[in-house]
């Protein structure tokens, strides 16, 4: 069994955001700052605060998503895990280099009503615009 698990992180969860807090609590390592493949695009859905970003591959018209990647032990990421919200949660995500690590996917439900902010070039440069 592996001692840690590496987290790819889109969103609130990057360095300085709102939500970072909750892997620097766990002992989170940043290992990488990079892009997803240009598979995804980016939304920001309905939840706080105000909203919450969801990235979602798509099978045409993908973007690079700027994300970061994050060590946590196997014990921290599994109590990390279980305070993300529906429709987000944990599966695969393909970054640039090709390599596959976990990381947040949003369910088909989050996009209902949802943005598609993947233009800004990633969650900081939206929460700028938006502040």
């Not at 990057?14 to 909750?22: F, V, Y």
């Not at 766990?26 to 695009?41: F, G, K, N, P």
């Not at 690079?64 to 990421?77: G, T, Y």
Request: glycine residues 10%.
């Amino acid at each position: 069994m592996k001692d840690h698990i590496d987290v790819v992180v889109c969103g609130a969860h990057l360095s300085g955001m709102a939500l970072n807090p909750q892997l620097l609590e766990r002992d989170a390592v940043l290992i990488q700052a990079t892009e997803s493949a240009a598979e995804y695009r980016l939304y920001a859905i309905a939840g706080g605060p105000p909203f919450r970003p969801a990235m979602v591959k798509v099978s045409h018209g993908g973007a690079a998503i700027p994300v970061e990647v994050w060590r946590l032990s196997a014990a921290a990421f599994g109590d990390f895990v279980s305070l993300i919200p529906a429709p987000l949660g944990i599966g695969k995500v393909k970054l640039a280099d090709g390599r596959v690590e976990c990381g947040f996917i949003a369910e088909p439900i989050a996009l209902e009503g949802a943005t598609d902010i993947s233009h800004f070039g990633g969650w900081r440069n939206y929460m700028a615009s938006v502040q």
